[in-house]
């Protein structure tokens, strides 16, 4: 079988895509901004909440923006609804030590949105990066096992009549270098088993050392998944929420759908010229920036990805007719 033209994609092709890529969002920023009750990119709920936000220029957008259950006030976290195709997730900011109640709470409601009582959360940010604040720790552990948010939530006036988390165990999985956590989170007589992933060693706007870990976390991930008649949606977050989690959520979608894409990509025995328009990356990350701004936020980032679709098909070749 002839390779498919998309992973013929020149480095200059490659740039270039992302060029347009950024293009396309700087414009619907801009209509977002000025033109906020007309645009389908208005993300005026997170500009108001800047107190919530990490960032003072990474925001959800209001048609897509996950909304935490509230009796009154601000229902507002910056968290954002993913759709891949059939892929699910929900892609957020890492939380602050003010917005951590928060996660939980959006946590547990979506859990209860969803019919299931099985939570899964994917941090692929440190904490600390050069002596900067990348996510605040939000989760109990061995020596502090018990997270009491009940204070916090009621001050809040989010619909749940308490909130706690408590740690159950933890691993260190080799082959994907990260760290695998359980948690119960509590509220009310409903109880959640919550599955942490934590892989820690992606820097800020860089690429990670290899996509091999991501792959043995996405299968991790998916597996879980797979044991539940609903399946859980994945709350996956880096710091921003947009760069490495954008990047995570490709990698997911391709590897997952990879033989899907190769056979739907225009081959070179069809065409000899590359095309954009059947380009599955460039495709992919169109329709995470439609759920959500910056995702997939620097060309390394980018570009890691056509180097990681062509290290599968290499290694999947055979698979594809």
């Known amino acids: 079988m002839t390779r498919p033209l998309f992973l013929k994609a020149s480095t200059l092709n490659q740039r270039d895509n992302f060029i347009q890529l950024n293009k396309i969002e700087s414009s619907r920023i801009s209509q977002g901004l000025q033109h906020p009750h007309d645009s389908l990119w208005d993300m005026s709920d997170g500009t108001r909440a800047q107190s919530r936000n990490r960032y003072t220029n ?5 048609k897509s923006r996950v909304k935490l259950p509230v009796t009154s006030g601000s229902d507002y976290i910056n968290a954002s609804h993913i759709a891949l195709n059939s892929n699910k997730y929900i892609a957020c900011q890492g939380p602050l030590e003010s917005t951590i109640h928060h996660f939980w709470a959006m946590a547990f ?3 209860e949105l969803q019919g299931n009582n099985t939570i899964i959360v994917v941090m692929v940010t440190p904490l600390l990066e050069a002596g900067v604040t990348k996510c605040s720790k939000y989760w109990p552990d061995q020596h502090k096992t018990h997270l009491e948010l009940t204070r916090q939530i009621h001050h809040d006036n989010i619909d749940l009549p308490d909130l706690s988390v408590h740690y ?15 948690f119960e989170l509590k509220s009310g007589p409903i109880t959640k088993k919550v599955f942490h992933f934590y892989y820690h060693m992606w820097a800020d706007a860089k690429v990670p050392p290899s996509v091999r870990p991501l792959i043995h976390l996405s299968l991790n991930m998916r597996s879980l998944q797979a044991e539940h008649t609903n399946p859980p949606v994945p709350i996956v977050h880096c710091s921003a929420g947009v760069g490495r989690t954008g990047t995570f959520l490709a990698i997911d979608h391709l590897f997952h759908n990879f033989k899907k894409l190769i056979n739907d990509a225009v081959s070179d025995d069809i065409s000899s010229k590359y095309d954009p328009v059947h380009d599955p990356i460039l495709n992919t990350v169109l329709q995470l920036r439609y759920g959500r701004m910056m995702m997939v936020q620097t060309v390394y980032q980018y570009t890691f990805l056509y180097d990681s679709a062509k290290l599968l098909y290499k290694e999947r070749r055979g698979k594809f007719s």
Request: charge should be negative; avoid cysteine; aromatic fraction near 18%.
């Open 109 to 111: 409601h979506e859990s």
């Open 58 to 62: 990474v925001f959800p957008y209001n």
């Open 168 to 182: 159950i165990a933890h691993h260190y999985v080799t082959e994907g270098d990260f760290t695998l956590s359980e």
